[in-house]
Protein backbone atom coordinates (compact mmCIF):
# COMPACT_ATOMS: atom_id res chain seq x y z
CA UNK A 1 0.00 0.00 0.00
CA UNK A 2 0.84 3.47 -0.83
CA UNK A 3 2.36 5.54 2.24
CA UNK A 4 3.81 9.04 2.72
CA UNK A 5 6.44 9.66 5.69
CA UNK A 6 7.02 13.33 7.19
CA UNK A 7 9.59 12.60 9.78
CA UNK A 8 10.08 16.43 10.89
CA UNK A 9 6.60 16.56 13.10
CA UNK A 10 7.85 20.03 14.22
CA UNK A 11 9.96 22.62 12.86
CA UNK A 12 11.43 25.92 14.43
CA UNK A 13 12.94 28.39 12.44
CA UNK A 14 14.22 31.86 12.73
CA UNK A 15 13.36 34.17 10.36
CA UNK A 16 15.76 33.74 7.16
CA UNK A 17 16.83 30.57 7.74
CA UNK A 18 17.06 27.93 5.15
CA UNK A 19 13.97 25.43 5.32
CA UNK A 20 14.38 22.03 3.70
CA UNK A 21 11.01 19.65 5.01
CA UNK A 22 11.38 15.59 4.31
CA UNK A 23 8.69 13.72 2.54
CA UNK A 24 9.29 10.07 1.58
CA UNK A 25 7.00 8.02 0.06
CA UNK A 26 6.39 4.06 -0.22
CA UNK A 27 4.63 3.66 -4.21
CA UNK A 28 6.96 1.33 -7.07
CA UNK A 29 5.29 2.68 -9.66
CA UNK A 30 5.22 6.37 -11.48
CA UNK A 31 3.42 8.43 -8.89
CA UNK A 32 2.10 12.32 -8.65
CA UNK A 33 3.65 14.43 -5.64
CA UNK A 34 2.17 17.45 -4.26
CA UNK A 35 2.80 19.78 -1.00
CA UNK A 36 -0.05 21.21 0.38
CA UNK A 37 -0.24 24.18 3.31
CA UNK A 38 -2.80 24.96 5.78
CA UNK A 39 -2.19 28.28 7.26
CA UNK A 40 -3.23 29.04 11.15
CA UNK A 41 -7.13 29.04 10.67
CA UNK A 42 -6.99 28.69 6.96
CA UNK A 43 -7.89 25.56 4.70
CA UNK A 44 -5.40 23.76 3.02
CA UNK A 45 -3.85 24.80 -0.20
CA UNK A 46 -2.13 23.46 -3.11
CA UNK A 47 1.96 24.83 -2.41
CA UNK A 48 3.25 22.93 -5.64
CA UNK A 49 2.99 19.59 -7.87
CA UNK A 50 5.08 17.37 -9.66
CA UNK A 51 3.62 14.95 -12.93
CA UNK A 52 7.10 14.39 -14.99
CA UNK A 53 9.77 16.72 -16.46
CA UNK A 54 12.22 18.66 -14.56
CA UNK A 55 12.41 17.15 -10.93
CA UNK A 56 13.14 20.41 -9.46
CA UNK A 57 9.37 21.64 -9.09
CA UNK A 58 8.92 25.59 -8.23
CA UNK A 59 5.77 26.84 -6.11
CA UNK A 60 4.23 29.89 -4.94
CA UNK A 61 5.77 31.82 -2.27
CA UNK A 62 9.47 31.25 -3.10
CA UNK A 63 9.34 27.16 -2.31
CA UNK A 64 10.49 24.62 -4.80
CA UNK A 65 10.51 20.77 -4.26
CA UNK A 66 13.37 18.02 -6.04
CA UNK A 67 11.46 14.90 -6.95
CA UNK A 68 14.81 12.19 -6.07
CA UNK A 69 13.27 9.05 -7.71
CA UNK A 70 16.10 6.85 -6.66
CA UNK A 71 15.73 8.19 -2.81
CA UNK A 72 11.48 7.84 -3.45
CA UNK A 73 11.64 11.67 -2.04
CA UNK A 74 9.87 14.71 -2.75
CA UNK A 75 11.66 17.01 -0.05
CA UNK A 76 10.34 20.81 0.50
CA UNK A 77 13.01 23.72 0.06
CA UNK A 78 12.93 27.30 0.77
CA UNK A 79 16.20 29.64 0.69
CA UNK A 80 14.85 32.31 3.55
CA UNK A 81 11.54 31.78 5.20
CA UNK A 82 9.60 34.37 6.69
CA UNK A 83 7.26 34.57 9.73
CA UNK A 84 4.29 34.73 7.75
CA UNK A 85 5.52 31.11 6.72
CA UNK A 86 4.37 29.84 9.85
CA UNK A 87 2.15 26.94 9.19
CA UNK A 88 1.96 22.82 8.67
CA UNK A 89 2.78 21.60 5.54
CA UNK A 90 1.82 18.28 4.08
CA UNK A 91 3.35 16.10 1.64
CA UNK A 92 0.91 13.62 -0.50
CA UNK A 93 1.19 11.61 -3.32
CA UNK A 94 -0.73 9.29 -5.80
CA UNK A 95 -0.56 6.92 -8.17
CA UNK A 96 -0.21 8.54 -11.85
CA UNK A 97 -3.23 9.13 -13.56
CA UNK A 98 -5.39 8.32 -10.58
CA UNK A 99 -7.21 11.19 -9.25
CA UNK A 100 -9.22 9.05 -7.21
CA UNK A 101 -6.98 8.59 -3.98
CA UNK A 102 -4.56 10.89 -2.52
CA UNK A 103 -2.39 9.56 0.27
CA UNK A 104 -1.01 12.50 2.53
CA UNK A 105 1.36 12.42 4.68
CA UNK A 106 0.83 13.17 9.03
CA UNK A 107 2.30 16.69 8.46
CA UNK A 108 5.32 19.02 9.62
CA UNK A 109 4.50 22.12 11.37
CA UNK A 110 6.69 25.04 10.74
CA UNK A 111 7.05 27.90 13.60
CA UNK A 112 8.79 30.51 12.48
CA UNK A 113 10.66 33.07 15.17
CA UNK A 114 10.16 37.07 14.40
CA UNK B 1 -17.03 31.32 -7.35
CA UNK B 2 -17.17 30.25 -4.31
CA UNK B 3 -14.97 27.25 -4.57
CA UNK B 4 -15.89 24.27 -1.97
CA UNK B 5 -18.08 25.14 0.71
CA UNK B 6 -19.29 23.74 4.01
CA UNK B 7 -21.45 23.74 6.75
CA UNK B 8 -21.66 23.90 10.04
CA UNK B 9 -18.03 25.53 10.60
CA UNK B 10 -18.32 23.91 14.50
CA UNK B 11 -20.87 21.47 15.74
CA UNK B 12 -20.74 19.77 19.48
CA UNK B 13 -23.08 16.29 19.11
CA UNK B 14 -23.82 13.92 21.92
CA UNK B 15 -23.09 10.25 21.56
CA UNK B 16 -25.60 8.70 19.76
CA UNK B 17 -26.62 11.44 18.02
CA UNK B 18 -26.66 11.86 14.25
CA UNK B 19 -26.31 14.55 11.96
CA UNK B 20 -25.17 15.70 8.24
CA UNK B 21 -22.11 17.55 7.18
CA UNK B 22 -22.55 19.17 3.78
CA UNK B 23 -20.01 19.42 1.08
CA UNK B 24 -21.20 21.95 -1.99
CA UNK B 25 -18.74 22.79 -5.01
CA UNK B 26 -19.75 25.47 -8.27
CA UNK B 27 -16.56 24.32 -10.28
CA UNK B 28 -18.14 21.65 -11.97
CA UNK B 29 -15.47 19.24 -10.84
CA UNK B 30 -16.24 15.48 -11.04
CA UNK B 31 -13.80 14.48 -8.18
CA UNK B 32 -15.39 14.36 -4.94
CA UNK B 33 -13.57 13.97 -1.41
CA UNK B 34 -13.92 13.55 2.42
CA UNK B 35 -11.23 13.65 5.04
CA UNK B 36 -10.70 13.86 8.69
CA UNK B 37 -7.76 15.42 9.94
CA UNK B 38 -6.72 14.17 13.61
CA UNK B 39 -3.72 16.20 15.11
CA UNK B 40 -0.54 14.73 14.22
CA UNK B 41 -2.01 12.18 11.87
CA UNK B 42 -2.71 13.97 8.95
CA UNK B 43 -5.33 13.75 6.95
CA UNK B 44 -7.33 10.12 6.33
CA UNK B 45 -9.57 9.66 3.52
CA UNK B 46 -13.01 8.47 4.59
CA UNK B 47 -14.94 8.44 1.21
CA UNK B 48 -14.84 9.66 -1.87
CA UNK B 49 -17.01 9.73 -5.41
CA UNK B 50 -15.83 10.10 -9.10
CA UNK B 51 -19.25 11.53 -10.59
CA UNK B 52 -22.84 11.57 -9.03
CA UNK B 53 -24.36 8.39 -8.53
CA UNK B 54 -20.71 7.29 -7.99
CA UNK B 55 -18.98 6.51 -4.30
CA UNK B 56 -16.64 3.98 -3.41
CA UNK B 57 -14.66 4.08 0.52
CA UNK B 58 -11.31 5.62 1.44
CA UNK B 59 -8.99 4.71 4.46
CA UNK B 60 -11.83 5.47 7.07
CA UNK B 61 -15.14 4.98 6.17
CA UNK B 62 -16.62 3.04 9.28
CA UNK B 63 -19.04 5.22 11.20
CA UNK B 64 -20.03 7.25 8.06
CA UNK B 65 -22.58 7.14 4.91
CA UNK B 66 -22.42 9.81 1.91
CA UNK B 67 -24.68 10.29 -1.04
CA UNK B 68 -23.86 12.03 -4.70
CA UNK B 69 -26.76 12.70 -6.26
CA UNK B 70 -26.04 15.42 -7.78
CA UNK B 71 -22.37 17.17 -9.34
CA UNK B 72 -22.35 19.99 -6.98
CA UNK B 73 -23.03 18.39 -3.48
CA UNK B 74 -21.81 15.40 -1.53
CA UNK B 75 -23.17 15.44 2.21
CA UNK B 76 -21.19 13.30 4.95
CA UNK B 77 -23.90 11.51 7.46
CA UNK B 78 -22.45 10.61 10.73
CA UNK B 79 -25.02 7.67 12.41
CA UNK B 80 -25.02 7.34 16.16
CA UNK B 81 -21.87 9.73 16.86
CA UNK B 82 -19.26 8.28 18.57
CA UNK B 83 -16.09 10.56 20.83
CA UNK B 84 -13.43 8.60 18.21
CA UNK B 85 -15.37 10.94 15.33
CA UNK B 86 -14.24 13.91 17.16
CA UNK B 87 -12.16 15.66 14.34
CA UNK B 88 -12.07 18.47 11.65
CA UNK B 89 -13.48 16.98 8.55
CA UNK B 90 -12.60 18.74 5.20
CA UNK B 91 -14.17 18.04 1.66
CA UNK B 92 -12.43 18.92 -1.23
CA UNK B 93 -13.10 18.61 -5.21
CA UNK B 94 -10.78 17.86 -8.17
CA UNK B 95 -11.98 17.86 -11.35
CA UNK B 96 -10.19 14.40 -12.29
CA UNK B 97 -10.49 14.72 -16.53
CA UNK B 98 -7.73 12.38 -17.37
CA UNK B 99 -4.45 13.52 -18.81
CA UNK B 100 -4.95 17.47 -17.39
CA UNK B 101 -2.07 18.36 -15.25
CA UNK B 102 -4.26 20.07 -13.07
CA UNK B 103 -7.19 17.41 -12.93
CA UNK B 104 -5.23 15.86 -10.05
CA UNK B 105 -4.99 19.26 -7.94
CA UNK B 106 -7.50 19.04 -4.77
CA UNK B 107 -9.47 21.93 -3.81
CA UNK B 108 -10.65 21.84 0.09
CA UNK B 109 -13.04 23.58 1.76
CA UNK B 110 -13.06 25.51 4.78
CA UNK B 111 -13.33 22.63 7.43
CA UNK B 112 -16.19 21.67 9.91
CA UNK B 113 -14.70 21.10 13.48
CA UNK B 114 -17.09 18.29 14.93
CA UNK B 115 -16.98 17.21 18.82
CA UNK B 116 -18.40 14.34 20.41
CA UNK B 117 -19.17 14.60 24.12
Known amino acids: AQSVSQHNHHVILSEAASLELGCNYSYGGTVNLFWYVQYPGQHLQLLLK??????LVKGIKGFEAEFIKSKFSFNLRKPSVQWSDTAEYFCAVTKYSSASKIIFGSGTRLSIRP | NAGVTQTPKFRILKIGQSMTLQCAQDMNHNYMYWYRQDPGMGLKLIYY???????DKGEVPNGYNVSRSTTEDFPLRLELAAPSQTSVYFCASSSGLAGGLSSYEQYFGPGTRLTVT
Open chain 1, 50 to 55: YFSGDP
Open chain 2, 49 to 55: SVGAGIT
